[in-house]
């Protein structure tokens, strides 16, 4: 039972692993974003989005070739026909830009705690392809949720002014946890063979050619900034944050602890908020972040237990036969 149990939680862990570091990436890159466009308002958003599709290809690019030259295994390559890797793209597209949008237009706090709304979009999609929906989902969804709003303090429910738009970073906020939603079932299910750079190359050309025309019609104050250089910062945490992110998806069967794991950008962001920015620290964002933490932990314990219990359960059916073909939560 202990070598079963091994068996059973290596992929998990890794998996659970890498999409907990895409989080921190994610909130370095929201940071980042948040700063240039809400903060000194130094670009537009559209300027933003350009900049992360141009250094998204030509990172691909590089990696590709780096791959083609110097690796025994052939990289897969950039052209692709697949309908379902085009229809990831654009929903990668559409995710980045609403992120982007809800961050130039909102509060970080506030733009999180709308995004990450995603596992309940998530769920829903869960249950109706027929996943098995457990009585521990439900509970670390809401206690995470909870926590989002303890660590954030959104100001539609603590008080604070409100401004027009915010109208319109909430309406980005709905579609970039939507987005998540649908491009992680898609990772999860039809792409789980899928190569990331052919992924990202596509989705951050799509991006490039779509926001070409804002460098050039949109005003900036920026460019002539000593800050400038922090635009390279959303596209390559970005792109960091993609990567890793959908290699540990690809590795997970169970959308449900996909969404709960990627709470964890929420206690980083607001370290970050708390450590760089210097934002004041309240009592209840402290415990909104542990609250979150703990759930994200009780998550990872219970899929993992569930897993190794139905993997003994086929071995002691099959009489002790190897168990193949079953990939860890």
């Given amino acids: 039972q202990s070598l079963m149990s091994a068996c059973a939680c290596s992929n998990g862990v890794q998996a659970s692993g890498l999409v907990a570091l895409s989080s921190l990436l994610a909130s370095l890159a929201s940071l980042t974003t948040n ?15 350009l900049v992360n599709g141009l250094v998204g290809v030509l990172l691909c690019l590089a990696t590709w070739t780096f791959q083609r030259c110097f690796s025994d295994e052939q990289p897969s390559s950039l052209v692709s026909s697949d309908v379902w890797l085009a229809l990831r793209c654009l929903l990668g597209i559409v995710e980045t830009t609403a992120a982007t949008v809800a961050l130039s237009k909102m509060d970080m706090g506030d733009a999180n705690v709308i995004m990450f709304t995603n596992p309940m979009f998530a769920g829903v999609i869960a249950v109706v392809l027929g996943q098995r929906w457990h009585l521990c989902d439900s509970v670390v ?43 992680n079932l898609l990772m999860n299910t039809k792409l789980r063979d899928a190569s990331v750079v052919t992924l990202a190359f596509w989705m951050s050309s799509g991006m490039s050619l779509l926001f070409l025309p804002s460098a050039f019609v949109q005003p900036s104050a920026g460019w002539h900034d000593s800050t400038a250089l922090l635009l390279l910062g959303p596209g390559v945490l970005g792109l960091a944050f993609q990567f890793v ?6 590795m997970v069967t169970d959308v449900l602890t996909v969404a709960n ?16 920015l210097h934002e004041r620290l ?15 932990l009780v998550s990872a314990h219970s899929k993992r237990n569930q897993r190794v219990a139905e993997e003994c359960d086929v071995w002691i059916s099959t ?3 190897t168990v193949q073909g079953m990939n860890s939560a």
């Fill in 282 to 296: 309240f009592f209840t964002s402290v415990m909104g972040a542990v609250l979150i933490v703990l759930a994200c």
């Fill in 141 to 183: 969804m809401v206690c995470c949720l909870a926590g989002v709003v303890l660590v954030v303090r959104p100001s539609f429910l603590f008080g604070g002014p409100y401004t027009g738009d915010e109208a319109l970073g909430v309406f980005a906020a709905l579609t970039f946890s939507l987005a998540v939603a649908c491009g």
């Fill in 245 to 250: 992110r959908c290699q540990g998806m690809m």
């Fill in 319 to 321: 009489g002790g036969e």
């Fill in 261 to 276: 794991l990627l709470y964890l950008e929420i206690p980083f962001a607001f370290l970050w908020g708390v450590g760089l």
């Fill in 35 to 49: 700063y240039l466009a809400h903060k000194r308002a130094l670009f537009h958003w559209t300027q933003i989005q």
